[in-house]
């Protein structure tokens, strides 16, 4: 099957592409952050914009909030809930070798997916979608939703206050201190496990976004929705550079166009969607294991 | 680094050949055991003990990665697809194969094979091993962290390619009516050999250079391990027996299908081994037993059922919350889980004896 490759065509993919590249250019900041600090493939970041999406759709449609607040608090309960995920998992063996750290941050993603699965149930829940996102704008013969402007509009904003925070704040500097050299860090009296608190919290809230954007663009809602985003934007944050924030929204970008182009060139790869990914990964770690904006970093 | 360097010193050839003795002398029993079990014991009950050979198999050949290598894989749910995959189409029939690939014919070569069911497990560790040498290649020359994800990606590829392919794995219908070869015998038996390969490798100087990378890799290096072939050499080793496990459960349960090899079944594996002690093939193997087990008796959570009259509704999934809760735990207060990094050994099992009775002054 052919697709005829006209300039509407094209437009219009770009435009699918970019908002499913930002999606997951949200997911590997919080991801990127992370790794950056403490050296460690934090598995429950996927799971927590599963978390994030069941907070915004209960306060929606159980609780009859309206969605501002609702989503704001989502952002926060998903912030707070990624500070204690760091304090209940992470702590305590932080410490020990880092396969340890990997099998409980396992345990944890597995933990989030079937406490959700044991207490809201498996079955997809249809996640409302407020007025304000509805619609779409044409310009020619391309279809923009409005929603993918949105998500447009809110990745730059919040890549544009990580990299504030991240490079203007003092906190940020204990940030990049502290993924150059912990101990030297901790040499030079700065808190150590304040600044990490902080790091989950940003990245969770980054995971929180994206989670309620990509619920709005694929509104089912179930307990292991967060995995394959999770997988993705990993390799999303390993392709820009890990460690390094621009680079993961801009991995994500990349990622999201291959993706969306790999489909609309050969439809009948659809099925291959999933794999493409991961080739990609391999690719990377071939030709240019640090990615494309990462620097690298001290073993 | 267990209680063998301590009694390295008693170590002569009388006591040796003891071991050897006392070891053949527990294979006879065990297989003793198993032609009782073979006569005397349920249906239900002999497929336990079938599953426990095949996470015996599995968990062995996982914690020589993970526990024994340091190296933080999570593809076993991958190479026991591929086995299973590959051992199926080699063992069905030419009109078993035209029978069920009703979407798309089974593409030439294949569809006309059949080989003997010794032989389709030797050809599914074969692919297997040479499917992770092809991963492990560029992830290893990288940070190892990047395997962890690199495998867990793999998992999603491997069933992926299985729905895909329909002309080779008939999609997502998956493959069915294969005859049910694994019994007993070939479960157990391949368990015991692969136990003996795993211990004896680990006791080799190829362990003795896992367990240096495993504690320090610039260190190990600096000794003249290579260790980026020790890291490939071990995990295509490990990849043959998972492939050949995956035969053996392929032949197991008869019908196989992409959903089979989820990512529930590498966790699963990983509890474990780590609950047996991460480094521990006894401690694998223990612990293969109590889980595999303990799995079944924990189906009472997810089932209805009545105690002292309050009615309790199963919960599906409830299992899977207790186990990663364990998992998190033992992570957290346990680490070493049920046998630390120790081995059994009869040197150790008389000297537990010898204090014992000293103790009780005899």
């Known amino acids: 099957m052919t697709v005829p490759l006209d300039f509407s065509f094209a437009f219009q993919q770009l435009v699918y592409g970019l908002t499913l590249g930002c999606l997951y250019g949200l997911l590997a900041i919080g991801y990127s952050m992370v790794y950056g600090v403490l050296r460690l493939i934090n598995f429950a970041h996927g799971d927590l914009l599963m978390v994030s999406a069941y907070f915004a759709f209960f306060g929606m449609v159980i609780f009859q909030i309206p969605w501002p607040v609702s989503f704001i608090g989502s952002v926060l309960f998903t912030a707070i809930l990624g500070i204690l995920i760091d304090r209940g998992a992470y702590r305590p063996i932080r410490k020990s070798p880092r396969i340890n750290a990997l099998i409980t941050a396992i345990g944890v993603s597995f933990l989030l997916e079937n406490l959700g699965l044991v207490l809201i149930g498996g079955r997809p829940k249809s996640f409302p979608l407020p007025a304000l996102f509805e619609g779409s704008f044409v310009i020619g013969a391309v279809n923009v939703p409005a929603l993918s402007i949105w998500t447009l509009l809110v990745t730059l904003v919040l890549l544009v206050v990580c990299a504030v925070v991240v490079k203007k704040t003092r906190i940020g500097m204990a940030m990049r201190a502290l993924s150059r050299d912990m101990e030297t860090v901790m040499l030079m009296g700065i808190d150590k496990d304040r600044v990490i608190s902080f790091t989950f919290a940003l990245g969770s809230a980054m995971a929180a976004a994206g989670g309620i954007m990509w619920c709005m663009k694929y509104p089912a809602v179930e307990p292991f929705m967060g995995v394959i985003p999770g997988l993705k934007a990993f390799v999303a944050a390993v392709l820009g550079g890990i460690g390094n924030i621009t680079g993961a929204a801009l991995g994500g970008l990349i990622l999201g166009l291959i993706e969306v182009l790999f489909v609309a060139v050969e439809p009948d790869w659809s099925g291959y969607r999933d794999a493409v990914s991961f080739f990609l990964m391999i690719v990377i770690l071939l030709t240019r294991p640090t990615g494309i904006m990462g620097e690298r970093l001290p073993d | 680094m267990s209680s063998q360097r301590i009694f390295r010193k008693d170590f002569n050839s009388t006591t040796k050949i003891r071991n050897k003795v006392l070891t053949l002398l527990s294979v006879i029993v065990l297989l003793g055991f198993l032609f009782y079990a073979d006569r005397n ?322």
């Not at chain 2, 990606?153 to 493959?175: K, M, R």
């Open chain 2, 41 to 362: 014991l349920d249906a239900y009950s002999v497929r336990i003990l079938q599953n426990i050979a095949i996470f015996i198999i599995l968990a062995v050949s996982y914690n020589l990665i993970n526990g024994i290598m340091g190296q933080f894989s999570l593809a076993p749910n991958a190479f026991l697809a591929i086995g299973a995959y590959t051992s199926a189409i080699f063992t069905l029939s030419p009109e078993e194969k035209l029978r069920s690939f009703i979407i798309e014919p089974m593409i030439w070569p294949l569809s006309q094979i059949s080989l003997p069911f010794s032989l389709s497990l030797l050809i599914a560790g074969i692919v297997t091993a040479f499917v992770a040498l092809l991963m492990a290649a560029p992830v290893f020359r990288v940070r190892g962290d990047y395997l962890a994800i690199v495998t867990l990606g793999f998992g999603e590829v491997v069933q992926v390619l299985a729905n895909n392919l329909v002309s080779l794995t008939n999609g997502s219908l998956g493959l069915k009516g294969l005859y049910p070869f694994t019994n007993l015998w070939w479960a157990w038996g391949v368990c015991i050999f692969t136990v003996f390969c795993t211990v004896r490798l680990v006791n080799s100087s190829y362990g003795r250079a896992m367990k240096a990378v495993r504690e320090d890799e610039m260190a190990a290096e600096a000794m003249g391990i290579n260790a980026f072939r020790i890291k490939t050499f071990t995990f295509a080793f490990s990849a043959f027996f998972q492939g050949v496990a995956g035969g053996l459960l392929a032949h197991l349960i008869t019908t196989i299908s992409p959903s089979l090899f989820t990512f529930m079944f590498t966790f699963n594996l990983l509890i474990i081994i780590v609950i047996g002690g991460l480094g521990s093939i006894t401690g694998s193997i223990l612990a293969a037993i109590l889980i595999t087990w303990g799995g079944e008796a924990l189906r009472v959570f997810e089932e209805p059922s009545t105690f002292f009259g309050f009615h309790y509704e199963g919960i599906p999934g409830m299992r899977m919350v207790i186990f990663s809760a364990i998992l998190i735990v033992v992570m957290i207060f346990a680490r070493g889980g049920i046998m630390g990094r120790y081995e059994f050994t009869w040197d150790g099992l008389f000297h537990w004896f010898k204090r014992k009775l000293l103790i009780l002054g005899i």
